[in-house]
């Protein structure tokens, strides 16, 4: 056997590519489909597949079954006429709307691929644009330079340690022997989180009392629980030990 | 036109920039309302349509880009060396079939030809033919693709309602 | 002429091609004598000449070259330039910094922020809204930064005795 007829016979896209290559070859109507006939030929091309040892994709065999089972549904004598009224559908209706489907997008990509060899005779420059410069901003006055500046220096003073009346207000060992506290009362011996924080604290004492439970942490007078990512964070007292403070 | 003037700079900048120049850029730089451009560009095609002229002007999307007249062809492939930049037939009929039922899923297409569609889909987001647009709200969520301007370009449409319709 | 047609070929060679083509290449591919292509070249150059172009051809050594008219040169430069319609916050200190400590090296500004001012540095540079100093006589000899002519335009400055005094 020749090359070409190889290729030729790899030449398929797909199941439906072989299908539509019989139907016109041999000249069927597509919307009168003898399936009979086509499923032997596509059984046939099959075969041919593998006697050179071609590897059949998967959706060819997929399609066999598909013929196979929309030939022995045509093939079944007519049901009783338990339900007259109720036209039997035709078992070939879905696959001659792939098949039409399909052939329209073959249709159309050959009219693309018209179009796209007339733009292939289309030349284009390559740019011969400059960097990208930058022009002086717009819009710029005196008075938002002098406030970036005083942001600046505000900042500056916040980091430096400067005697800040809050500061002294909270200490980590006044927080810790609250929280242990808070343990104590309750239920379990165990808090939520968010519940080691009263609501009116500022920052700074919210730092505190973090800055408290890690050292709790530390000193495995509490534990830490959280039993999935985003769930709540349970604080519970650990009982090993009586505390020393 | 008061604007006749503004045709030379307006040739100069579509020479200048390779990429296809936004209307709206084009106006700015110029100075004018969006209509005059267009205006604009149908004076300057007029006059690169003459026949001792080489080049012409396309529209894409909603940009301007200046190239060579199809007639050229012959003697620019001497110029450049031509890299056989042709799309294969399973390529083409994915592409034709994103091109009209966009935005689809993989899946969809996979079902309208019958085989798997990555390679040819990961070839045509390569090419820039083709890109993601965003995810169908079934399960899964899979992602939904569709045509890019390059894609206009490549077939010569200023937009996609001049796509040709589908038979029958 | 007899090849006069020969004209639109010519155009498009010298569009496509970004650099300046031989005159003997042009000559090889338009299958024309070299004097036929400086005649060619000349008639072009006469089409370009007329008022609504923006185009012109540069003879460069034995070699032609397409470009734009140089007084096209206003707006081709508006193509690429990027104004800035707001100096972003931290961009806005870093440079009050600047202004007020000047001169003023990378680590002293880091050391202000408490962040690190690379590229907000680099930013500013390429505003030309601060420049190089010199650099400092100090271990590594770092580069010291102050502003510009343009820091005073865009500010509406006659010069730096005009910003306000610190008040520290």
């Known amino acids: 056997m020749s090359l070409e ?94 098949l039409l489907e399909y052939r329209r997008f073959k249709e159309i990509s ?45 900042g500056q003073l916040a980091n430096e340690p400067i005697k800040k009346v809050t500061r002294d207000k909270f200490s980590v060992q006044d927080k810790m022997l609250i929280i242990l506290k808070l343990l104590k009362d309750k239920e379990q011996n165990t808090l ?34 959280q039993n999935y990512s ?12 009586e505390n020393v403070l | 036109m008061f604007y006749e003037k503004l045709k030379a700079p307006l040739e100069a900048m579509l020479f200048v920039c390779a990429d296809p120049l936004p209307v709206e850029q084009i106006a700015e730089i110029l100075e004018v309302d969006t209509e005059n451009v267009a ?20 529209k894409i999307a909603n940009s301007y880009q200046m190239c060579t007249k199809p007639e050229m062809a012959s003697y620019l492939e001497k110029l450049t060396a031509i890299t056989d930049k042709k799309l294969s037939a399973p390529a083409m009929e994915t592409l034709s079939i994103i091109a009209f039922k966009q935005p689809i899923t993989k899946q969809e297409i996979e079902n309208i030809r019958g085989v798997r569609a990555d390679s040819i889909i990961n070839k045509l987001l390569e090419r820039e033919l083709i890109q993601e647009l965003g995810r169908k709200k079934v399960v899964g969520r899979p992602i939904m693709y569709g045509t890019t301007n390059t894609f206009l370009k490549c077939f010569g449409l200023a937009d996609l309602n001049q796509l040709p319709s589908l038979p029958f």
């Not at chain 1, 989180?193 to 050292?215: G, H, K, P, Q």
């Not at chain 1, 985003?230 to 030990?241: H, T």
């Open chain 1, 230 to 241: 985003f769930s709540p964070i349970y604080i519970f007292l650990r009982n090993d030990e």
């Open chain 1, 192 to 225: 939520p989180f968010t519940e080691a924080f009263s609501d009116d604290s500022n920052r700074m004492e919210m730092i505190v009392t973090f800055l408290a439970m890690l050292e709790l942490i530390k000193l495995q007078r509490i534990s830490i629980k």
């Open chain 1, 5 to 98: 007829y190889k290729v030729h016979l790899k030449a398929f896209e797909g199941p439906l590519d072989l299908l539509l290559h019989l139907i016109e070859k041999n000249k069927i109507d597509i919307y009168d489909i003898p399936v009979a006939v086509l499923t032997e030929q596509y059984l046939t091309y099959l075969n041919q597949f593998r006697e050179f040892n071609i590897e059949i994709a998967s959706e060819f065999l997929l399609m066999a079954a598909e013929l196979l089972q929309i030939k022995s549904r045509i093939m079944l004598p007519e049901r009783q006429h338990e339900a007259e009224d109720q036209q039997e559908d035709d078992p070939r209706q879905e696959l001659v709307e792939r």
């Open chain 1, 110 to 154: 050959n009219v693309l691929d018209e179009m796209a060899a007339v733009q292939e005779k289309i030349f284009y420059r390559e740019s011969s644009l400059g960097p990208v410069r930058y022009l002086p901003p717009q819009n710029l006055d005196m008075k938002m330079l002098w406030q970036a500046f005083q942001n600046v220096m505000e």
């Open chain 2, 39 to 58: 205006a604009l560009i149908a004076e300057l095609q007029k006059d690169l349509n003459r026949d001792g002229c080489g080049l012409m002007i396309k």
